[in-house]
């Protein structure tokens, strides 16, 4: 059996960020999932003037401050991709894939990047459909596997795929110069549906259709309410009270994922509400 963390934050933006430090000021046994440069969104930023003590700073330059600050608190980023989280009673199961991990509260830090899923998308997750390629290639060897992409991480994936698979095909969501294996077939096209019986078996796009056993879809976040089954959303947003609490005991959620505005300060205000209710709560 795993290990049982009092508080796992899933996301490592702002809100994930601070509310892992806070969990670790109140010396609670914490997780953080997320990815080595914590968000897109911040390593984006031209120019920040609005995250009070930071003055005209790039968000490289804050990500580094975000950096040094975790590592004197000693707190380590799990580089993972959290699938799907059940609520099982009194603590909650976090899959990766294989992997499951454990934790009694946790925090839902994991931005607004998700976009629509394509059709077909909900109905074939675990039946061909996954969110982690490296995670389910064995599945796949000498298969044909189709990596819609919506970031250049996932090129990475899709290298490592297309060493077991028999074809793989790479369709990327966003411009730029790919760095894939020689084997791959990238395809420049719109996926429309995700069709199969039991299975998936075909992907359509806008102008072909190709035959396919399993289909990665690999961007930066899920929709809540496809992590977290049971979730209740207001609009496209996690509906969370002034606690930061969702509707799901001792699961709280800070940060855009919760609304507008979308901001750094906001994003990580919430985190550290989310996070000290949660502790309170496990008291
Ligand atoms: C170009 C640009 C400029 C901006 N400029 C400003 C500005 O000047 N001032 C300002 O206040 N705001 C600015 N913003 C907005 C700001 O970036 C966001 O409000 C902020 O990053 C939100 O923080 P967050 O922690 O909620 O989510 P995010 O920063 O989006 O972080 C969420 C992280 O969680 C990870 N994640 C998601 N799902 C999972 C999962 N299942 N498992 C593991 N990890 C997961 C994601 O990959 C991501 O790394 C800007 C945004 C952009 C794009």
Redesign the pocket.
């Known amino acids: 059996m795993s290990d049982r963390y009092d508080i796992a934050v899933?996301?490592?933006?702002?809100?994930?960020l601070e509310a892992a430090i806070n969990a670790k000021i109140r010396n609670k046994n914490i997780i953080i999932?997320?990815?080595k440069?914590?968000?897109?969104?911040?390593v984006?930023?031209?120019?920040?003037?609005?995250?009070l003590g930071f003055y005209n700073v790039t968000?490289k330059e804050l990500k580094k401050h975000f950096e040094e600050h975790i590592k004197k608190m000693e707190i380590e980023i799990t580089e993972?991709?959290?699938?799907a989280i059940y609520a099982m009673g009194d603590y909650f199961a976090l899959m990766v894939n294989q992997k499951t991990y454990e934790a009694k509260s946790i925090i839902l830090?994991?931005?607004?990047?998700y976009g629509k899923p394509i059709k077909g998308e909900e109905e074939f997750l675990g039946k061909g459909v996954g969110y982690c390629a490296t995670c389910d290639a064995p599945l796949y060897k000498g298969k044909i596997v189709t990596i819609i992409g919506y970031n250049k991480e996932a090129e990475e994936e899709a290298n490592y795929v297309s060493e077991l698979a028999s074809t793989l095909y790479y369709i990327p969501m966003y411009k730029g110069e790919y760095k894939l294996n020689e084997n791959i077939t990238v395809i420049n096209d719109n996926p429309v549906e995700i069709v199969g019986d039991d299975r998936v078996n075909k992907l359509v796009m806008k102008n072909q259709t190709i035959e396919t056993d399993g289909v990665f879809v690999l961007k930066?976040?899920?929709s809540p309410s496809q992590?977290v089954p049971g979730l209740e959303m207001e609009n496209e947003h996690i509906k969370v009270d002034r606690k930061m609490q969702t509707n799901i005991k001792n699961c709280y959620a800070?940060?855009?994922?919760t609304g507008k505005p979308?901001?750094?300060?906001?994003?990580a205000g919430e985190?550290q509400v989310a996070v000290l209710n949660a502790v309170e709560n496990l008291s």
């Open positions: 899933i996301g490592s933006g702002p809100a994930g999932f997320g990815n440069d914590f968000s897109a969104k911040l984006k930023a031209p120019k920040i003037n609005n995250y968000g993972e991709r959290i699938d830090a994991t931005g607004m990047q930066d976040s899920i992590l800070a940060g855009d994922c979308y901001q750094y300060i906001k994003a985190g």
